[in-house]
């Protein structure tokens, strides 16, 4: 996949052994209401079609639970979950659905009208599918402000994940990324909570300056896209 997002199923498992000794690995919303230090919470985006015939395998020899922010418009499409597949999964006890928009749009490039309609629709069809309610969500790309995270709250979302945008706060809580780059020590770094110390607030630095950057070039000169977010053009999440 773009952007290294993608883990080998030998990896993959060598990291939920790992995570099954430390006994840490909650629901990702036992997060939400209960501050257990050291937490950790296993989620994947988009609802590929591995994420039941890889992943969810290698989650039951372990016992861990795993959310799945599905994209509600993606579902029966080549290489996502059928919806027959998506019920399939969403009835099995270690598995929580969450959305994840209805067609992985940019959320900070649409209107708000657009942006409701992504964020009830999404809803409204995982529910019809899997029969449950859904009150999980995870931003496409990660991107999401404070007026989006207030509009996941009126569209009847309990929480919402970023990866490392927003504040961090319910509709825009931090996770940290996995890829093909994680060899194990990045792994344990990344799990022992160092990631969410140093990584993510370089990230954040980094776009700020971008950000003064651009506005003070908007200032000199209009263009097209005003002081839109460059750092998009990678295709992550
Ligand atoms: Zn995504």
């Known amino acids: 996949?773009?952007?290294?997002?993608?883990?080998?199923?030998?990896?993959?498992?060598?990291?939920?052994?790992?995570?099954?000794?430390?006994?840490?690995?909650?629901?990702?919303?036992?997060?939400?209401?209960?501050?257990?230090?050291?937490?950790?919470?296993?989620?994947?985006?988009?609802?590929?079609?591995?994420?039941?015939?890889?992943?969810?395998?290698?989650?039951?020899?372990?016992?861990?639970?795993?959310?799945?922010?599905?994209?509600?418009?993606?579902?029966?499409?080549?290489?996502?979950?059928?919806?027959?597949?998506?019920?399939?999964?969403?009835?099995?006890?270690?598995?929580?659905?969450?959305?994840?928009?209805?067609?992985?749009?940019?959320?900070n490039r649409i209107s708000s009208e657009e942006a409701r309609f992504e964020l009830t629709e999404s809803k409204r069809l995982l529910e019809l599918s899997i029969g449950k309610p859904v009150d999980l969500m995870a931003w496409p790309y990660g991107e999401c402000n404070a007026e989006l995270e207030a509009l996941a709250g009126e569209c009847g979302y309990r929480a919402g994940w970023s990866v490392w945008k927003g504040n961090d706060g319910t509709f825009s809580r931090w996770r940290v990324p996995l890829g093909r780059n994680d060899h194990m020590l990045r792994f344990l770094a990344k799990a022992s909570g160092v990631y969410g110390l140093t990584e993510a607030r370089l990230h954040r630095y980094h776009e700020r300056r971008r950000q003064k950057k651009d506005a003070l070039r908007a200032g000199g000169k209009v263009t097209p896209f005003g002081s839109l977010d460059t750092s998009l053009s990678r295709q992550k999440y």
């Open 1 to 107: 996949m773009d952007g290294d997002i993608d883990i080998s199923p030998a990896r993959f498992e060598q990291q939920l052994q790992w995570l099954a000794r430390t006994n840490r690995v909650v629901r990702l919303d036992e997060t939400i209401t209960q501050s257990r230090r050291g937490a950790i919470a296993i989620t994947f985006d988009d609802g590929f079609r591995d994420n039941l015939t890889v992943a969810l395998p290698l989650l039951e020899k372990f016992s861990l639970p795993m959310t799945l922010f599905v994209v509600a418009g993606f579902v029966d499409s080549d290489g996502y979950l059928s919806e027959e597949e998506l019920r399939e999964i969403a009835a099995h006890p270690l598995i929580t659905i969450g959305a994840h928009g209805l067609w992985h749009r940019h959320f």
